[in-house]
């Protein structure tokens, strides 16, 4: 079964840090672009960050960049997001979405979503 | 950035009545980068339609897209009762990755 499952959110102060991780099972990890997406609670979608099959590319959001590190390590079939300088606004589901291929591509796979609360 | 502003907010109709949610572009781009998601209350986001127009895997055929430019359209010919849920567009052509606001398919 192809699957994503997402780990490591939590409730953290502003100002904190957290290890964001998408295991990836059922397929060639590798062969895919990911990406990071989050909504706040009762909101929309927002994409965050995009990371292509081998790291060569990558890319941000405004609202995280210089805050947020994608990386993926295709050996453990992971995904992750560093998350650092948080703000309350961060607060939200985060979802790993795999493309569709390499590239720019839609996003047809979605992990369950981890819960980041970043409050005092 | 390409900002996508999709209408109505809130639609609200009955099963078997068509629905009509249009995406509207601030900038003009390829309909090759365009998606649809459904989201239900709890649940990830499913991917209904890309390249504006081309239906994902195991979705049916009473969703369509349409468009081209800055104007898209998610149709979905007759509605059943699990077609009820927030849609939402996104462009995946150029970062940022932008979804639309979403509109809320409700019961009437």
């Known amino acids: 079964e192809v699957q994503l499952v997402e780990s490591g959110g939590g409730l953290v102060q502003p100002g904190g840090s957290l290890r964001l991780s998408c295991a990836a099972s059922?397929?060639?990890?590798?062969?895919?672009?990911m990406n990071w997406v989050r909504q706040a609670p009762g909101k929309g979608l927002e994409w965050v960050s995009y990371?292509?099959?081998?790291?060569?590319?990558?890319y941000y959001a405004d609202s995280v960049k210089g805050r947020f590190t994608v990386s993926r390590d295709n050996a453990k079939n992971s995904l992750y997001l560093q998350v650092n300088n948080l703000r309350d606004e961060d607060t939200a589901v985060y979802y790993c979405?795999?493309?569709?291929?390499?590239?720019?591509?839609?996003?047809?796979?979605w992990g369950q979503g981890t819960m980041v609360t970043v409050s005092s | 950035e390409i900002v996508l502003t999709q209408s109505p907010g809130t639609l609200s109709l009955s099963p078997g009545e068509r629905a009509t949610l249009s995406c509207r572009a601030s900038?003009?781009?390829?309909?090759?980068?365009l998606a649809w998601y459904q989201q239900k209350p709890g649940q990830a986001p499913r991917l209904l339609i890309y390249?504006?127009?081309s239906r994902a895997t195991g979705i049916p055929d009473r969703f369509s897209g349409s468009g081209s430019g800055t104007d898209f359209t998610l149709t979905i010919s007759r509605l059943e009762p699990e077609d009820f849920a927030v849609y939402y567009c996104?462009?995946?052509?150029?970062?940022?990755?932008?979804f639309g606001q979403g509109t809320k398919l409700e019961i009437k």
């Open positions: 390249g504006a127009s």
């Open positions: 900038q003009s781009f390829s309909s090759s980068y």
């Open positions: 990371i292509g099959t081998s790291s060569d590319n990558i």
């Open positions: 979405a795999r493309a569709t291929g390499s590239g720019r591509l839609p996003f047809d796979i």
């Open positions: 996104q462009q995946y052509g150029s970062s940022p990755y932008t």
């Open positions: 059922g397929f060639t990890f590798s062969y895919y672009s």
